[in-house]
């Protein structure tokens, strides 16, 4: 800093003593072109040794390294060298002050490179007959510079010393920063935290913000491949051992914010997977640290409890609602009226037969266990539930049926909660093609509330309080981690939910292209 502090000083006084010389060199160059015989001379135009003898005196006095005098073509008649009298005028800086203007100019002429102070020579008439160029040396400025310098010495002095005492104290907070450890406690602190790492039975990689693998303990390298681990040493590129965990976290928007829980595919088996970033994200993003596991050891126990919470609850509206219905028919037989005892059972048979026949072409037990539930739900709580006509998924979707369960489980108890008790229809229909399978839940409730539709899919989003908006999280996930898509928008004075899934053995890791869609927000609907 006290080398850049004694350039940058340097080329400033530099600046200054070239400028006071040019003001000097200018100074004297006005004297001498108002001198009368200095006028006559130059409109003469021919030498004169007397104008020549007259002009060096004044250039001994004025200290100049040299004064010359020209006429209007710029022929020396006045030079401190006789030898070069008759001959032009070096330069090229001559056309101002021949065309009438005082200049300040540095260029090289016959002694070296010089400021120069130019002022045009003007007869009685003010017609310009000559030019006078008084001019200092190059070295006279740096001979300035250097006698400033040496005045400034103790100030550069006492910045060094101020600098070194800025650097022992930035030291002293360094240590301080490092809790005041030496190397060698460092290291061992290190090889600590390498052997907790390798204790843990859940996979570590620490990724730095350019996408490289910087550290990974031995659980993470069993489920990445030991393989993959030797081939890619780290450091390694993270596309290069898991490219769906890069392509993912390349394609986020930075800041990386935490995750937790994602379904991604490793080596073609389903991983959870959790997302801390590191540092300050800036454009490229700090790094992160992922946590992850296998999904079938991890989720296997979540997935029973949930499965079973759901079937209790359907259980527990098929329980009410044959209740009802048994209460009905014992009613009418008591009233000794068994005709019509008779046209309620037919007519419950006939509509369970209706609605197993919309379910005949899905072949996914699960899912039809479901629904079925799902319509005891809304009988109980008097919604009309739908399955569309020519709902259809063949039986190669079995694999899927847990995304497929969580998914249309989750998006109907949604649709029945924003009706929040009020009448209103709420339709399911499955389709399927070579592109993969679609699924569709639409409601008559009043839409998603504005305030909540632009962070609807994320964790915790919702406008019924505490501890909710998971559902459409945790879906959003699933079908993410298959490749799919969700969407939602609003239609025909509706809400409609919108599943995307690609067929089985096509799926990949979901890209920028698809991310959640929300469109036309409309009147409030509390979301899972």
Same mark, same amino acid.
């Given at each position: 800093?006290?080398?850049?502090?004694?350039?940058?000083?340097?080329?400033?006084?530099?600046?200054?003593?070239?400028?006071?010389?040019?003001?000097?060199?200018?100074?004297?160059?006005?004297?001498?072109?108002?001198?009368?015989?200095?006028?006559?001379?130059?409109?003469?135009?021919? #030498?004169? /040794? !007397? +104008?020549?003898? @007259?002009?060096?005196?004044?250039? $001994?006095?004025?200290?100049?390294?040299? &004064?010359? =005098?020209?006429?209007?073509?710029?022929?020396?008649?006045?030079?401190?060298?006789?030898?070069?009298?008759?001959?032009?005028?070096?330069?090229?800086?001559?056309?101002?002050?021949?065309?009438?203007?005082?200049?300040?100019?540095?260029?090289?002429?016959?002694?070296?490179?010089?400021?120069?102070?130019?002022?045009?020579?003007?007869?009685?008439?003010?017609?310009?007959?000559?030019?006078?160029?008084?001019?200092?040396?190059?070295?006279?400025?740096?001979?300035?510079?250097?006698?400033?310098?040496?005045?400034?010495?103790?100030?550069?002095?006492?910045?060094?010393?101020?600098?070194?005492?800025?650097?022992?104290?930035?030291?002293?907070?360094?240590?301080?920063?490092?809790?005041?450890?030496?190397?060698? #406690?460092? /290291? !061992? +602190?290190?090889? @600590?935290?390498?052997?907790?790492? $390798?204790?843990?039975?859940?996979?570590? &990689?620490? =990724?730095?913000?350019?996408?490289?693998?910087?550290?990974?303990?031995?659980?993470?390298?069993?489920?990445?491949?030991?393989?993959?681990?030797?081939?890619?040493?780290?450091?390694?590129?993270?596309?290069?051992?898991?490219?769906?965990?890069?392509?993912?976290?390349?394609?986020?928007?930075?800041?990386?914010?935490?995750?937790?829980?994602?379904?991604?595919?490793?080596?073609?088996?389903?991983?959870?997977?959790?997302?801390?970033?590191?540092?300050?994200?800036?454009?490229?993003?700090?790094?992160?640290?992922?946590?992850?596991?296998?999904?079938?050891?991890?989720?296997?126990?979540?997935?029973?409890?949930?499965?079973?919470?759901?079937?209790?609850?359907?259980?527990?509206?098929?329980?009410?609602?044959? #209740?009802?219905?048994?209460?009905?028919?014992?009613?009418?037989?008591?009233?000794?009226?068994?005709?019509?005892?008779?046209?309620?059972?037919?007519?419950?048979?006939?509509?369970?037969?209706?609605?197993?026949?919309?379910?005949?072409?899905?072949?996914?037990?699960?899912?039809?266990?479901?629904?079925?539930?799902?319509?005891?739900?809304?009988?109980?709580?008097?919604?009309?539930?739908?399955?569309?006509?020519?709902?259809?998924?063949?039986?190669?979707?079995?694999?899927?049926?847990?995304?497929?369960?969580?998914?249309?489980?989750?998006?109907?108890?949604?649709?029945?909660?924003?009706?929040?008790?009020?009448?209103?229809?709420?339709?399911?229909?499955?389709?399927?093609?070579?592109?993969?399978?679609?699924?569709?839940?639409?409601?008559?409730?009043?839409?998603?509330?504005?305030?909540?539709?632009?962070?609807?899919?994320?964790?915790?989003?919702?406008?019924?309080?505490?501890?909710?908006?998971?559902?459409?999280?945790?879906?959003?996930?699933?079908?993410?981690?298959?490749?799919?898509?969700?969407?939602?928008?609003?239609?025909?004075?509706?809400?409609?939910?919108?599943?995307?899934?690609?067929?089985?053995?096509?799926?990949?890791?979901?890209?920028?292209?698809?991310?959640?869609?929300?469109?036309?927000?409309?009147?409030?609907?509390?979301?899972?």
């Amino acid at each position: 800093m006290t080398a850049l502090l004694v350039l940058v000083q340097t080329w400033q006084l530099y600046g200054e003593a070239r400028e006071r010389i040019g003001e000097r060199a200018m100074t004297t160059s006005r004297i001498v072109s108002r001198l009368p015989s200095i006028v006559a001379g130059a409109e003469a135009g021919v #030498q004169n /040794a !007397a +104008l020549n003898l @007259q002009v060096n005196e004044i250039r $001994a006095q004025a200290e100049a390294d040299f &004064i010359v =005098v020209g006429n209007r073509a710029g022929i020396r008649l006045a030079h401190p060298l006789p030898d070069r009298l008759g001959q032009p005028m070096e330069g090229g800086d001559n056309i101002e002050p021949f065309a009438g203007r005082e200049i300040i100019s540095v260029a090289r002429g016959s002694l070296g490179v010089s400021v120069r102070g130019k002022v045009p020579v003007k007869n009685a008439a003010g017609v310009v007959v000559g030019v006078v160029s008084t001019g200092y040396l190059m070295p006279a400025a740096w001979h300035l510079v250097v006698g400033a310098l040496v005045s400034l010495a103790p100030w550069f002095v006492l910045a060094l010393g101020l600098g070194t005492a800025g650097a022992m104290l930035v030291a002293r907070r360094l240590r301080a920063d490092i809790l005041n450890l030496e190397p060698e #406690q460092i /290291a !061992a +602190l290190v090889g @600590q935290q390498r052997a907790v790492l $390798a204790a843990l039975r859940e996979g570590v &990689i620490a =990724v730095d913000g350019q996408g490289i693998v910087t550290l990974v303990n031995n659980r993470a390298a069993e489920l990445l491949g030991p393989q993959s681990v030797s081939q890619q040493p780290t450091p390694a590129p993270l596309a290069a051992l898991w490219p769906e965990l890069a392509a993912l976290t390349r394609s986020a928007q930075y800041p990386l914010s935490r995750q937790q829980n994602l379904e991604l595919m490793l080596k073609g088996q389903p991983i959870l997977v959790n997302i801390e970033p590191l540092g300050q994200s800036g454009a490229d993003g700090g790094g992160f640290v992922a946590g992850f596991r296998d999904r079938a050891e991890a989720v296997a126990l979540a997935d029973e409890l949930t499965h079973a919470r759901g079937f209790v609850d359907v259980l527990r509206a098929q329980t009410h609602e044959y #209740q009802n219905r048994l209460h009905v028919l014992s009613g009418l037989l008591q009233l000794g009226r068994p005709a019509e005892a008779l046209r309620v059972l037919n007519a419950e048979i006939e509509q369970g037969a209706q609605f197993r026949q919309l379910l005949r072409d899905v072949q996914v037990p699960r899912l039809v266990a479901l629904l079925a539930g799902k319509r005891e739900r809304a009988q109980e709580l008097g919604i009309d539930f739908q399955v569309a006509e020519g709902s259809n998924l063949s039986a190669l979707w079995e694999r899927h049926a847990d995304t497929l369960v969580t998914a249309v489980g989750n998006l109907t108890e949604n649709a029945f909660e924003a009706l929040a008790g009020q009448p209103g229809t709420v339709t399911v229909l499955i389709g399927e093609d070579p592109e993969g399978a679609q699924v569709e839940v639409e409601d008559s409730g009043p839409g998603v509330a504005a305030e909540v539709a632009a962070r609807l899919f994320t964790r915790g989003a919702s406008s019924k309080g505490e501890g909710r908006g998971y559902g459409l999280a945790g879906v959003l996930g699933r079908v993410q981690a298959l490749g799919g898509q969700v969407k939602h928008t609003r239609r025909g004075g509706h809400t409609v939910f919108q599943v995307s899934l690609p067929a089985p053995g096509n799926t990949a890791l979901v890209s920028a292209a698809s991310e959640p869609t929300v469109s036309e927000p409309s009147a409030p609907r509390p979301p899972a």
